[in-house]
């Protein structure tokens, strides 16, 4: 069972966790993204409602909004397991400053970083 973590500098850490994990796969993670379609790297993972499995993940499946995503966070990453959620719009403002700060040079890493805006934003 995930603990819902809702204190802001706390979800601020297991969102900069996630990205500092993925930061070697962030053009598959956006592809993922905007197709919205999970994305994970070992023990940090970003789910779409779509990809909650209707037993394991009753609890998330309930909380969960439209137009939400959830960051879940196991050991060895976080000491108990961790969940947020995170609407697309904030999904998408956390990309946006991955991309900017490190990617804004790479022309696919941009067009990527565009469709995703398009379908989480849309």
Do not use: H, W
Not at 47 to 62: A, I, R, T, V
């Amino acid at each position: 069972m995930y603990k819902l973590v809702t204190d802001n500098e706390e979800m601020q850490k297991l969102i900069n966790g996630y990205f500092i994990l993925i930061r070697n796969n962030l053009e598959m993670a956006m592809e993922k993204f905007a197709n919205r379609e999970c994305f994970g790297i070992e023990s940090m993972s970003i789910l779409f409602k779509e990809d909650l499995d209707e037993y394991e993940d009753q609890k998330e499946l309930q909380e969960i909004k439209k137009n939400q995503v959830v960051l879940l966070a196991e050991s060895p990453a976080v000491q108990e397991d961790e969940k947020i959620y995170l609407s697309f719009k904030e999904l998408y403002s956390c990309l946006e400053r991955v991309v900017y700060e490190k990617y804004l040079a790479d022309e696919n890493s941009r067009k990527l970083f565009l469709v995703v805006r398009r379908q989480l934003c849309n």
